[in-house]
């Protein structure tokens, strides 16, 4: 099933220790693309067949669950990708991933339930932080004061 796609794809990337970012890049374009013609023709198919379902607000349900599931997964994925590209050092991939995966949540407003949307957030702000850290490393200058007022300002919040 498509789930079930899904939750394979969340556990099987490259390899963190022999798999240069190219392959990654390369992993998670593919499953952005299939995921995106999936989600479509899944949602297509589910609106052609509204006798499927009691009524509307059960089929439109069905089709944000769906599209809520693709979204997640799609900004994980992206985050994991980012995440990656901190661990090699490669801030500028970094950054385009994390573009990437803001961008895949805020296309898609009122799709995630709340808690989705916190535990993304989580997942964002730990991969913000390793990027951080990784600018911190290259100790450019014009990273090194606003990075320091970040950590500060998360600090005194808890």
Not at 101 to 112: F, Q, S, Y
Not at 117 to 136: A, G, K, N, P, V
């Amino acid at each position: 099933s498509f789930e079930a796609m899904l939750g394979r794809w969340s556990q099987r990337f490259p390899s963190e220790l022999t798999d240069p970012m190219p392959t990654w890049d390369d992993v998670a374009t593919g499953r952005i693309l299939f995921s995106r013609v999936i989600n479509d023709t899944y949602c297509q198919k589910i609106a052609a067949a509204p006798d499927r379902f009691e009524n509307e607000a059960d089929m439109q349900a069905t089709i944000k669950r769906v599209k809520a599931l693709m979204t997640k997964e799609c900004a994980s994925m992206l985050l994991r990708v980012a995440d990656e590209a901190c661990l090699q050092g490669n801030t500028t991939v970094a950054a385009r991933y994390i573009k990437k995966a803001r961008a895949v949540v805020t296309d898609t407003p009122g799709v995630l339930r709340q808690a989705e949307e916190d535990l993304l957030q989580r997942e964002q702000d730990r991969c913000l932080t390793r990027y951080f850290l990784c600018l911190l490393k290259e100790d450019r200058e014009d990273v090194i004061k606003p990075v320091t007022k970040l950590f500060q300002h998360l600090e005194k919040m808890g």
